[in-house]
């Protein structure tokens, strides 16, 4: 090898001395340039991805918001319409109209201008719609267009009767993450500590393949334990009276066990990145093993740990299937965990897989709640970054 330097160098030198120019510049490898390019093709492919989620979801929510809906009142007109006809009756059955409501008989429009127990004076042909006569027993369809003053300062969630305050769900979606960070946060970083700093190599290889199995049980299996396991043991601690079959704390504290092998790990290998030498300066200056581990390695760690917890918060609130089994199936904005309540994820499930017709009301709300937890999480992840910024520390 030496040899062959040697004699580049001796061709390099004679090549100079008879004027002719050397090339230095690195030469071009066809296997670097194709894996480079790969490299970048993927982590644009992501970028892309992310991208395209947030075009699809904003698109469709710009429509529940910026559209006009129309929603079936149940309350058909009870005699025939001439075209010259400005009122008439309308039973009494289904939602009550109002003075100023814009309402629609099939494809004409109207505007509501007085209203008499059942008699209804309308303006007709609005926005240049044919006035045409309408037969008895014709619905009146309603129109109802979502603000987003209403979507973020009422708490009703109900699409079908024109209710869209968003904080029924967002309060649900918060009570189970809450419930399942209290379980998970502290039993994750203590087995954290425990396999880092107190396990032996074997106990350590008996313990993680455990946990890596709990890591992949399917969440609808978490599901159903928290219904029929969890749920039967809160109601016999607390009373039958007092817990709700269905309750967000059963739902929550699953979806503390789901997360808790996410903490468990990502902080094992945040304490194990400590240097040994910061453990072995401790315990000569007379630290026991704990004063070690919870004085010098945790503080040491606190950036890996603390983005630990905030991926386990995101992965809590976006939990789909234990939620849409266990907590609920009805919006309730309530603070009592042993109660019925509907989160972001569990509504989405459940409404989607009815019979939901394209561009509809329903249809579009799926997207302004998927954009809404889209950013819940997004929010978690900046401020992950910014607090693994702010603690990193750097070995040498």
Known sequence: MALHQVEESASGENAVA??????????????????????????????????????????????????????????PISQPIS???????????????????????????????????TSVTVERGLEGTPIVPHLAGKNIEIATQVTLQEFFTTSGWNPQIGKFGIWSLVNATLMTSLTAIVVALPLGLATAIYLSEYASLRARSILKPILEVLAGVPTVVYGYFALTFMTPLLRLIFGRDVVDIYNTASAGIVIGILILPLVSSMSEDALSAVPRSLREAAYGLGATRLETALRVVVPAAISGIVAAFIVAISRAIGETMVVAIAAGAGPAFTFNPFKSAETMTGHIVRISGGDLSYNSLDYNSIFAIGLMLFFMTLSLNIFSQRIVRRFREVYE
């Open 18 to 75: 008879k004027g002719r120019k050397v090339k230095l510049s690195r030469k071009t490898r066809p296997g670097e340039v194709a894996i480079q390019s790969f490299l970048f093709l993927c982590g644009f492919l992501s970028i892309f991805i992310t991208v395209g989620i947030v075009y699809e979801l904003g698109k469709e929510s710009l429509l529940f918001f910026g559209r006009r809906q129309w929603e079936n009142s149940n309350k």
């Open 83 to 117: 075209a010259d006809d400005t009122t008439f009756e309308v039973s009494t059955s289904g939602f009550t109209l109002e003075e100023g409501d814009l309402i629609r008989i099939d494809d004409e429009l109207m505007f509501i201008l007085r209203l008499v127990e």
